[in-house]
């Protein structure tokens, strides 16, 4: 009798704490994960658990997979594979919105089942943004559409989402097999296509009048920073630019550029050099040593009107080859420009733009000339530097980046737009698809365990320089795996005290003992109100517990019951606090609470139809 009251009383403490966290979730205040470590703080003291257990989540394998897979997703966005995706979907979309959603939806499902969703959405904000301004459409038609598929490619795969990989930790931590890698997607496929056309009708609801004043005044501003576009208008880059190959035969093959000095025997100033073939395709600077080699593909700028192109194609035996951006700018991944002054410490002054050496110094070219509002790209090299002169210089980005120290010679007075979209390693797109390939071939053969395949897969992509140590600690949300950690020792406490036995009792009573699906229902129901307030990554750590053992009262498989609080977690669009992912769009989409309610309620009033549909027939009872 003393001890069943004790049990008692130790719940209503576990209770007691799980509602002030509740309440601190909604209010917001501490943020989530100090809430988080205060409860891994106050459990041990109620006696229930103990130090050691509410410290267990920080090894819990769910855990782990899912920071491993925030350093995956990193390097996606590091080599550009997410943001040239973006790029091929604004193409594909043309004018038409509702292609531009359908695109939208679709590409961000399909990369947010290979990573963290929340990655995700925050990969394409900019994009999103960048096309709406092309395009005159107001952020919020566009910005709620990626917040949905942001949540609906949690339903496509096991490591898409933390609760999927909660759910499935609650099932492996009951001795129970595992859910596979693909076990999510034929809910999740249905549900997107739903989604989609659910979004292209609900958009409408979207627009308000505060957004819409909103996109006007932002259409109105003009970009304050300049572009590399407008240096080429500028300083008359226009029509100097030429790709050459050298053959087999060519004569410039085997020779240093200091041997040959094109720039002043022929007036032709080489940029950058494309070499290899295939994957191993790189740019390089060139340098006084550089030697050229067959199959070269020079980027050639012609300073000089006088220069005939296809006579030195002729002398040299080189292939003219076709261009796919005014001056270069498809290649403003690897090459940059940067607009400097030159100061009145600079030993530059009285020197000609030869005589300054750029090249040698800084790694860079000088391209232009500007003095008042005058401003000339011809011929530039004998230029005599003056106190106030402003240059135009070309060359890589680090490069550049290095000149901002470099405050004695030159002072830099604009960078570009294009600086900002840079990746840190765009050349290593295909590698980082491959490592990608491996851990999912590796999850799906179940040759190792999810974590083993990620942590193998990570390794690899630093081994590839996709991604290094220091930016792969920083590409983890700490925040997240806090949060899952602070609330993981709530399902052992409420399990040691009875609470979850009696939410389960209670569940049945109310829903009844008779069809399972009116259970799925009410599973669904119980985790969607969770997620009104409180994450749907801490909703499936509290939900998925009770719906287990609500599957064990009744005799039946758990695997519907845990696939059920798996996706109603991610159905979790009815309030901003409900995901990470929604609190994401709320600025750039300038939505209200009240938006996230009209269009979150049907939505998830959809899936649950969806659900207690679909569940049953893919995974009986």
Not at 75 to 82: C, D, E, I, K, P
Request: charged residues 15%.
């Amino acid at each position: 009798m003393m001890a069943a009251v004790e049990t008692h009383r130790e719940l209503l403490i576990v209770l007691a704490l799980l509602g002030a966290a509740v309440l601190m979730f909604i209010r917001n205040r501490p943020r989530m994960d100090a809430v988080a470590l205060l409860m891994i703080l106050a459990l041990p003291l109620t006696g229930v658990i103990s130090t050691t257990e509410a410290l267990a989540g920080f090894s819990d394998p769910a855990v782990i997979l899912i920071a491993l897979l925030f350093v995956v997703g990193d390097s996606l966005a590091r080599t550009g594979v997410a943001q040239r995706l973006g790029d091929w979907m604004s193409a594909r979309a043309g004018a038409s919105e509702v292609r531009l959603i359908v695109l939208l939806m679709v590409s961000v499902a399909g990369i947010g089942a290979l990573m963290s969703s929340t990655a995700v959405v925050a990969i394409f904000i900019p994009i999103v943004l960048r096309i709406s301004r092309q395009r005159g459409i107001p952020p919020g038609r566009l910005m709620m559409p990626l917040s949905m598929a942001g949540l609906l490619s949690g339903m496509m795969t096991l490591v898409a989402t933390p609760p999927n990989l909660v759910v499935n930790g609650e099932l492996m931590r009951r001795g129970l097999d595992g859910l596979h890698f693909f076990s999510f997607t034929p809910f999740g496929l249905p549900m997107l296509a739903v989604g989609i056309v659910y979004m292209l009708y609900a958009r409408r609801w979207l627009v308000h009048p505060a957004s819409s004043e909103s996109a006007d005044t932002e259409q109105a501003q003009p970009l304050k920073r300049m572009q590399l576009s407008d240096w080429i208008e500028k300083y008359g880059l226009r029509e100097r630019e030429h790709r050459l190959r050298l053959g087999a035969d060519s004569l410039l093959a085997g020779r240093t550029l200091e041997q040959l000095d094109l720039r002043g025997s022929t007036g032709v100033n080489i940029l950058a050099i494309e070499r290899g073939a295939g994957f191993r395709r790189e740019l390089l600077q060139p340098a006084a040593s550089t030697a050229l080699q067959a199959g070269d593909i020079l980027f050639i700028d012609v300073f000089l009107p006088s220069v005939d192109i296809q006579e030195i194609c002729r002398r040299f035996r080189l292939e003219p080859l076709a261009l796919s951006g005014t001056f270069f700018l498809d290649q403003s991944q690897q090459i940059g420009m940067a607009e400097v002054m030159i100061p009145e410490s600079s030993d530059l002054i009285g020197k000609t733009v030869a005589q300054a050496r750029f090249r040698s110094r800084h790694d860079l070219a000088v391209l232009g000339i500007a003095r008042g509002k005058d401003a000339h790209a011809i011929d530039v090299t004998q230029e005599t530097l003056k106190l106030g002169d402003t240059l135009l210089l070309v060359g890589p980005w680090r490069a550049i980046r290095r000149l901002q120290a470099a405050t004695r010679d030159v002072i830099v007075l604009n960078l570009p737009a294009e600086l900002d979209e840079v990746l840190p390693a765009a050349t290593r797109a295909p590698h980082a698809l491959l490592g990608l390939a491996i851990m999912v071939a590796l999850m799906v053969s179940g040759v190792v365990s999810n974590v083993q395949a990620a942590l193998f897969v990570c390794l690899l992509l630093g081994l590839m320089r996709c991604i290094d140590l220091d930016s792969a600690y920083r590409s983890i949300h700490w925040q997240s795996l806090v949060l899952i950690v602070g609330m993981l020792p709530f399902a052992l406490a409420l399990q040691k005290t009875g609470g979850i036995d009696i939410a389960a009792a209670w569940m049945l009573e109310v829903a009844g003992h008779g069809n399972p699906r009116i259970l799925l229902a009410a599973i669904f129901l119980m985790t969607a109100l969770f997620g009104l307030f409180i994450s749907n990554t801490a909703t499936a750590v509290l939900m998925a517990p009770v719906a287990l053992a609500v599957a064990d009262a009744m005799g039946l498989s758990p695997y519907p019951f845990a696939m059920t609080v798996a996706l109603a977690a991610s159905s979790a669009l009815m309030t901003p606090v409900s995901s990470p992912v929604n609190t994401l769009v709320i600025g750039p989409g300038n939505y209200r609470f009240i938006d996230f309610v009209r269009v979150g309620v049907p939505f998830a009033l959809i899936c649950l139809v969806m659900t207690v549909s679909l569940v049953p027939l893919l995974m009986p009872f």
